[in-house]
């Protein structure tokens, strides 16, 4: 198969998610940034000011850098989720099975559009935060980078979600009993030195943890772990979990019958 | 096993679908359509006429058997055998949510099509369908027809040589069928191959040059629309003699053909549109008498009138 060929399948389907979850932005925008918007004025303002220091920093701008992450996490893999799994309950998903695009590329660019409303809603939350607190970003690139692969790792495990999904309840499971307390419990709200060693321990196994602290280190420049070991942790769930999606979708579950 | 000719549109052998509910499907199907036919795959409902294009299209996985498209088996030679092939499905499979045009210019995307290239594509076959007008409308705005002319539109945005299409008239009205009919006919004169299933005889009739019957599973019949025409055109009748029959009653026409079953019966094959008095008058002036006349049911004919009824 011709490389052009390749580039304009993933291409395709790169402009149909953008274009979806654009076309139903009340659904998709909309909903996180006033999520977002209230913990920053609750936590962030009007708690805040009591809770002191957290980190070294004022609370506010200590959470700011965490409620960001929690809002990429999320939109990304709902978006993927449910796209995906809305394609196969509409059986639209038949249009790219019988046509010659490869699997790889039918992953890529459902993760891309993931990847593509994790950062927009990123990029909302970023300016709302404005208004609540002037923040510098310390490392512009590794900032980026660290959206870029947690966008990434999240649309990987919604595809898996939506690839095993038989009904639009499994893909609100996962979300609920998984990923909220993964991302509560990765210090999106505190430092994890709040926390007795054992806690301590057992965070240390949450992904979550190591996004949200990469992430608050490229805008403040500090963190509770070891960037580089979190940059790599981020690199190999990315990997693993393209491999995982890559050699479901070659089996076809949940697709071909 | 027959050898298969490379110039063949398709060719299956002993295809078998077992589902993981453990219902055979495909009980060995073996199958070949030639480049430029128009073939009819007829069959009842649940004969297995769907599963026979989604493992063609590779929505459904065979159990065993192979599938060579254009000389090509479809399992090793994914790329090459999808771009010659377009599906047109029996189910809508298409978002409720996107516009029309939209479908068709992504579809196109999906072969490598894009830009220019693939609105010029998406505007001739939706303005060969009669939906360009609709092609700013969400899909879910269409008829039950044009939503099957947009699922034509979308198969053949890529101009594939072997077209194949899954009931493409259930739910279209007579008019609507007939320009249906006449555009795919159309295409046909132009070099593309057609398979088409269908349970309706008619429909075939009118539009096929071959046909393969199939029923649980199994062809029972493939053939050119001809024969299986002139098969279907013939009754027969079976008569009871209250005498031993000594010799066979002779009849002097060649459309008759008469055959003995036992010693005090035989049977009499004749066109359909025939009377059967001149039997009668035949068989008294040879003395024989005659008990009692019954008809033999045609299977195919049987097989029709089942489909029908479901
Ligand atoms: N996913 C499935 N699981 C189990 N049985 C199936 C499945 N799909 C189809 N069948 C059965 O296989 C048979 C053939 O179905 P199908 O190919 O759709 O027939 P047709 O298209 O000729 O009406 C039917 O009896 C149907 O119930
Ligand atoms: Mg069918």
């Known amino acids: ?257 | 096993m027959q050898t298969i000719d490379p110039r063949n549109a398709i060719s299956i052998r002993g295809l078998t679908k077992t589902y993981a509910n453990g219902f055979q499907a495909l009980k060995g199907i073996d199958l070949d359509v030639k480049e430029n036919d128009f073939f009819a795959l007829l069959g009842p409902n649940g004969a297995g006429k769907s599963t026979i294009i989604g493992i063609i299209s590779t929505l459904v996985r065979a159990s065993s058997g192979t599938i060579q498209v254009f000389g090509q088996n479809v399992a090793t030679h994914v790329y090459e055998t999808k771009l010659s092939l377009g599906i047109v499905p029996q189910e809508i499979n298409f978002s409720q949510f996107e516009k029309v045009g939209d479908i068709v210019i992504t579809q196109a995307g999906y072969y490598g099509l894009r830009g220019e290239l693939a609105k010029q594509r998406a505007e001739k076959y939706l303005r060969k369908l009669d939906l360009w007008e609709k092609r700013d409308n969400r899909s879910r705005m269409l008829s039950g027809g044009m939503k099957r002319r947009l699922m034509i539109a979308r198969a053949l945005v890529h101009e594939p040589r072997l077209l194949i299409l899954d009931e493409p008239t259930a739910g279209v009205d007579i008019e609507l069928r007939r320009s249906m009919w006449e555009f795919l006919q159309e295409l046909n004169r132009n070099g593309t191959t057609i398979i088409l299933t269908t349970h309706y005889l008619e429909e075939a009739e009118s539009l096929c040059r071959n046909i393969a019957i199939i029923n649980q599973g199994q062809i029972v019949e493939n053939t050119s629309m001809r024969k299986l025409l002139d098969k279907l055109a013939r009754q027969t009748l079976i008569f009871d003699t209250c005498d031993e029959l000594k010799t066979l009653p002779a009849f002097n026409d060649s459309d008759i053909q008469c055959n003995a079953i036992d010693s005090h019966s035989f049977e009499v094959s004749l066109s359909t549109s025939r009377d059967i008095n001149g039997l009668y008058a035949t068989l008294s002036d040879q003395g024989v008498l005659i008990k009692g006349m019954r008809n033999k049911t045609n299977r195919l004919e049987e097989l029709f009138l089942s489909s029908l009824k479901s």
């Not at chain 1, 419990?185 to 996004?211: D, K």
């Open chain 1, 1 to 257: 198969m011709q490389a052009n060929h390749i580039y304009i399948a993933f291409e395709t389907i790169l402009i149909k998610e953008v274009r979806r979850f654009t076309r139903i932005w009340l659904q998709t925008l909309v909903p996180p940034a006033i999520t977002i918007g209230l913990y920053f004025l609750i936590f962030g303002n009007l708690i805040g000011g009591r809770i002191g220091q957290m980190g070294g920093y004022n609370y506010v701008d200590f959470i700011v850098p965490g409620l960001i992450m929690m809002a990429v996490i999320q939109n990304a893999y709902a978006n993927v989720s449910s796209s995906f799994f809305s394609n196969k309950f509409q059986r639209c998903i038949e249009e790219i099975l019988v046509s010659p695009v490869p699997n790889y590329i039918i992953l890529l660019g459902f993760v891309a559009g993931g990847m593509a409303r994790g950062v927009a809603v990123g990029l909302i939350v970023t300016a709302m935060s404005f208004f609540f607190t002037s923040l510098h970003i310390e490392h512009v690139f590794l900032t980026l980078l660290v959206v870029l692969l947690t966008s990434m790792v999240f649309s990987l495990a919604g595809f898996i979600n939506a690839l095993y999904a038989n009904t639009f309840d499994d893909i609100s499971i996962i979300p609920t009993f998984v990923l909220t307390p993964l991302i509560y419990l990765g210090g999106v709200f505190y430092s994890i030195e709040l926390l007795p060693s054992f806690g301590q321990w057992i965070s240390a196994l949450n992904p979550v943890l190591y996004m949200v602290n990469t992430f608050r280190y490229g805008i403040l420049g500090t963190s509770d772990v070891n960037i580089v070991w979190a940059l790599f942790m981020l690199v190999v769930f990315s990997a693993g979990l393209f491999a995982v999606a890559l050699y479901l979708l070659r089996k076809g579950t949940g697709l071909r019958q």
